[in-house]
Structure formats: structure tokens, C-alpha cells
T-cell receptor
Framework: DVKVTQSSRYLVKRTGEKVFLECVQDMDHENMFWYRQDPGLGLRLIYFSYDVKMKEKGDIPEGYSVSREKKERFSLILESASTNQTSMYLC???????????FGSGTRLTVV | EDKVVQSPLSLVVHEGDTVTLNCSYEVTNFRSLLWYKQEKKAPTFLFMLTSSGIEKKSGRLSSILDKKELSSILNITATQTGDSAIYLCAVGGMNRDDKIIFGKGTRLHILP
């Protein structure tokens, strides 16, 4: 089974800190995605990547950046964390977008 | 603008009841519709429906795609408390670069 691993389940950071969320997949998937999930808003796409060193903005990229130096790893970076970035962050990977995703377990980030 | 709408947003039923969750979509270049179940962490894949596979069944869960009405239903019969979860509907496009678009989910709670 494909596995998508997110480095932290729970994270508490202070306003203004630089935050790194790591995601690693072990099935050689080309596509990787970062979402945030908030009550009443559902899943919203932050950034995605279809190849190494390639990144594209999703629907809500402001305040975030990403890095994909290796195929299996996709990192989400909060340059200066703010309280409105408190959320559940989900990473996903897929062989091809329309075949569906495999999700990581999520990182619940609280910014205080 | 592409969109996926799920209804109801939340539902509370008693164990043993049958429930029907709805998903309607407006997307260009439809390829597939996917259902996910999300309990406390990552969404897990349930079904994928395409033009060549408009009905799927697994145990007490079944799903039908209506391409004419641009909608899908997810049925759960003889519900159990373990069915309590958020159920997500997502739609994928035809092209490699097409993102998967998620609905906001239906939160289902099964009372014992």
C-alpha cells in the first residue's frame, strides 16, 4: 500500500515563526498536494507539484511556499506563521490526479 | 467556476438506519467522481465512479453516478456507530493537470 507520511501529528507554534511541514511518499508518485481543512470550508488546495522542482499555486497560496527537491518529499513552509493559519494540514499524493489521492494522516497546527 | 456541492452538511441518525448522501458537480472535462471517508485523521478512499463504472458496492456501502443529472449518491444501509465520519465527494478532470475538486463534506453521526 502506498504510504504518505507527515512528520508531525500536532504542532504548536508562535506567531511570526517559520514553520516547516514535511510530507514523504514511498510509491514514486509524481503528483503531490498540500491542502488545509477547516470546519465549514472543506478541503482547500494550497500548492501542488507534478514533478521535482516544479510547483504550482492552488486556491489559497498566500502566506505559504513549498519545496520539492526530491520526488518523494514535498514540504510546506509558513514563512511567518499567523493565527489564521491554525488548521489541519493534509498532504496527498497520486499517480495521476484523476485516479484519486492517498492522504497523509494530517498535521493539526495551532498558531498562538 | 468548477464546483462540487454535498448535501446535507450534517446528518444524525440511529444505528440501523439507512442514509443517503448527495453530491452534485459542475466541472469541465469530467473524468471521475470519488468518495472518501474521513474519521479522525486522513481521508480514506471508498469508491471511484467513471463513465465506464457508474455503480459500485462494497458491503453496506454503495454509490451511483448519474451523468445526466451530474450527481452521485452514497448509500449506507444498516448503519453502525463506526460509520460516523465526514464523507467527502471529489471530482477529477480529464487532463493530467486537472485538480481534484472537493465538496465540503457531509458529517454523519450515528447514535447507538
Amino acid at each position: 500500500d502506498v504510504k504518505v507520511t507527515q512528520s508531525s501529528r500536532y504542532l504548536v507554534k508562535r506567531t511570526g515563526e517559520k514553520v516547516f511541514l514535511e510530507c514523504v511518499q514511498d510509491m514514486d508518485h509524481e503528483n503531490m498536494f498540500w491542502y488545509r481543512q477547516d470546519p465549514g470550508l472543506g478541503l482547500r488546495l494550497i500548492y501542488f507539484s507534478y514533478d521535482v522542482k516544479m510547483k504550482e499555486k492552488g486556491d489559497i497560496p498566500e502566506g505559504y511556499s513549498v519545496s520539492r527537491e526530491k520526488k518523494e518529499r514535498f514540504s510546506l513552509i509558513l514563512e511567518s506563521a499567523s493565527t489564521n493559519q491554525t488548521s489541519m494540514y493534509l498532504c496527498a499524493s497520486s499517480l495521476q490526479g484523476f485516479y484519486g489521492y492517498t492522504f497523509g494522516s494530517g498535521t493539526r497546527l495551532t498558531v498562538v | 467556476e468548477d464546483k462540487v456541492v454535498q448535501s446535507p452538511l450534517s446528518l444524525v441518525v440511529h444505528e440501523g438506519d439507512t442514509v443517503t448522501l448527495n453530491c452534485s458537480y459542475e466541472v469541465t472535462n469530467f473524468r471521475s467522481l470519488l468518495w472518501y471517508k474521513q474519521e479522525k485523521k486522513a481521508p480514506t478512499f471508498l469508491f471511484m465512479l467513471t463513465s465506464s463504472g457508474i455503480e459500485k458496492k462494497s458491503g453496506r456501502l454503495s454509490s451511483i453516478l448519474d451523468k445526466k443529472e451530474l450527481s452521485s449518491i452514497l448509500n449506507i444501509t444498516a448503519t453502525q456507530t463506526g460509520d460516523s465520519a465526514i464523507y467527502l465527494c471529489a471530482v477529477g478532470g480529464m487532463n493530467r493537470d486537472d485538480k481534484i475538486i472537493f465538496g465540503k463534506g457531509t458529517r454523519l453521526h450515528i447514535l447507538p
